[in-house]
């Protein structure tokens, strides 16, 4: 298997708005930032992703991007971000930037002209279409609620949008708009970041003809599912990208890819075929999802959770590779949803940290997972500023009549401001985010839950991630080894072996708030050599092949 950086690498995705804010506005920024980069470095970070920071009306925080080449006022200036860049290559960090170009926003020049005329030279920088029979073109459903299509006056067509309706869809079968977009990629990599997280990477390419999706009984508008995704030119355009632009860099990729299956993924990540480097899957996030999508809440069965991450650490194993993840800035935090986040917060956050952290792949961890940082509840729909949310909220209580208690309790399990609450500085008001009123109320746990705490304490979560990042770098078998599950059928222990020529390691783990035992398998060699580590104190003789599991326990065990 090749060695590179960036599968050696951790990964830490900064939202700017929420990271820390230098001048009072409520908002994070830039400078913020740059005051913060000490901190990360102690960590360990070998890389920062940073979530939009571009020109932006902010309908959808910053992912609807006016002008991909300026940075937005409130975060700061092309000045500021220069320092940052320099700044963060000073600490031997790497940078890597969001490109968002699925769609723009509405307020970007090229849409401006494109809804001027239909012989406008930018009409077919986007998707255009007359409506049928007085009615949209298809009946896609945008992610955001509602129809995907927007009726535009001046010209008596429509839009798609598979977002907000000011996120107009780029479309990609359009050369000029390709070209475009690969001379925008190389301006920032010749200002030297070093890679891109790309939005939704996985839908530029759309069904010819855009035909209708199938239709759900009592439901006006149909997910369009694969007739957006994974289109039939997709590998042709990434593969371009790669052709002029990403092949002349070394730089590091990542798609976010909904609705991706291993076997796509294994075409995107295979080295040999030249596209990305990496994918997020969403599979594993959607367990806990029931028939009716993201906000049907379902408890997790691990059971699901072994068979769908043992798929993919063996699937793209030799092949492609893996993107590890519980959280970023669109998924709840993952000690509230996966974890226990009262009696069992810091044991449990330890845990779930020390599982991904032990597999295949490249870890990210999003700003606050390293301190335990949990889920919030809000009293009011008005106390949330998400666009997703709101849509949602809306289209249940409002127009459908459903209990808006049950509605509020998917927001308090799902919903994506979760993630979004100021980060916890310290216990003074604001959590330290800010000197004035944040943007999004501070989740009231601060007190107790901040990072200047979190630091001092020797035995707390963000000293046993610091922990887990020092041990992947001093263990190639961590990165590169691979990946052999164990106990396939119990549903409270997900425990792994790793191997790597004649190393072995056996990551144990309990799911559950119960004492459980455990029993290494007659058919599993494995010899301890030492507990290299967990979240609770042990005895180094503790035998590994059989034990007793705490509540919320990981061990990591170095064989002989």
Do not use: C
Request: no cysteine.
């Amino acid at each position: 298997m090749e060695k590179t950086w960036w599968k050696e690498s951790i990964v830490y995705q900064i939202y700017p708005r929420s990271f820390r804010d230098s001048n009072g506005d409520g908002i994070g920024d830039i400078n913020g930032i740059i005051e913060k980069l000490d901190y990360l470095k102690d960590l360990g970070v070998d890389v920062i992703w940073l979530s939009p920071v571009y020109e932006s009306p902010n309908d959808d925080n910053g992912y609807d991007i006016s002008d991909y080449q300026k940075i937005m006022n409130e975060f700061g200036t092309m000045e500021d971000w220069e320092e940052l860049l320099a700044e963060i290559h000073h600490r031997g960090m790497k940078l890597i930037m969001d490109l968002v170009v699925n769609h723009s926003s509405d307020e970007h020049k090229w849409f401006q002209e494109s809804r001027k005329s239909k012989d406008n030279p930018y009409r077919d920088y986007y998707i255009w279409r007359p409506g049928k029979k007085g009615k949209e073109p298809n009946n896609w459903k945008s992610s955001f609620s509602g129809s995907a299509w927007e009726y535009d006056e001046n010209t008596d067509e429509y839009f798609l949008h598979l977002f907000s309706k000011k996120q107009p869809d780029l479309n990609w079968e359009n050369p000029k708009l390709r070209q475009e977009i690969y001379k925008m990629m190389k301006w920032w990599l010749n200002k030297g970041i070093d890679g891109f997280r790309m939005d939704v990477i996985n839908f530029i390419s759309k069904v010819p003809g855009l035909p209708d999706g199938p239709e759900k009984p009592g439901e006006k508008y149909a997910s369009g599912g694969k007739l957006y995704r994974d289109g039939p030119r997709i590998h042709e355009f990434l593969q371009e990208m790669n052709e002029e632009v990403l092949s002349k860099y070394d730089v590091m990729t990542v798609g976010e890819m909904p609705g991706v299956d291993v076997e796509e993924a294994k075409k995107y990540t295979d080295h040999r075929r030249r596209e990305l480097k990496m994918v997020f899957t969403f599979e594993h996030m959607n367990l806990d999802s029931g028939k009716g999508g993201k906000w049907d809440l379902k408890p997790l069965e691990l059971t699901d959770l072994k068979e769908n991450l043992s798929k993919w650490q063996t699937g793209l194993h030799g092949t492609g590779w893996n993107s590890l993840y519980w959280n970023n800035h669109d998924q709840p935090r993952i000690v509230s949803r996966f974890g226990n986040d009262r009696e069992y917060r810091v044991e449990s956050a330890k845990m779930l940290g020390t599982f991904l952290h032990m597999l295949q792949g490249t870890p990210y961890i999003y700003q606050g997972e390293e301190i335990g940082m949990t889920n919030v509840q809000f009293d009011s729909i008005e106390d949330y500023e998400d666009i997703e949310i709101r849509n949602m909220y809306y289209e249940k209580v409002v127009e459908g009549n459903e209990d808006p208690d049950k509605v509020m309790e998917s927001i308090y399990v799902k919903g994506r401001d979760n993630a979004r609450t100021p980060f916890q500085w310290n216990n003074q008001p604001a959590a330290g985010f800010t000197t004035g009123e944040p943007w999004l109320k501070v989740n009231p746990n601060y007190k107790a839950i901040n990072a200047e705490q979190a630091v001092t304490d020797e035995n707390s979560i963000y000293h046993h991630y610091r922990k887990l990042i020092q041990l992947r770098k001093h263990h190639p078998i961590i990165v590169y080894g691979d990946y052999h599950l164990i106990l396939p059928e119990h549903d409270k222990i997900y425990a792994y072996l790793r191997t790597l020529e004649n190393q072995k390691l056996l990551v144990i783990t309990n799911f559950s708030a119960e004492n459980v035992s455990f029993d290494l398998p007659e058919n599993v060699e494995f010899e301890a050599k030492k507990l290299i580590i967990g979240n609770y104190a042990t005895e180094e003789t503790d035998n590994p092949t059989n034990f007793t599991l705490k509540p919320y326990e990981a061990r990591v065990y170095k064989g002989i």
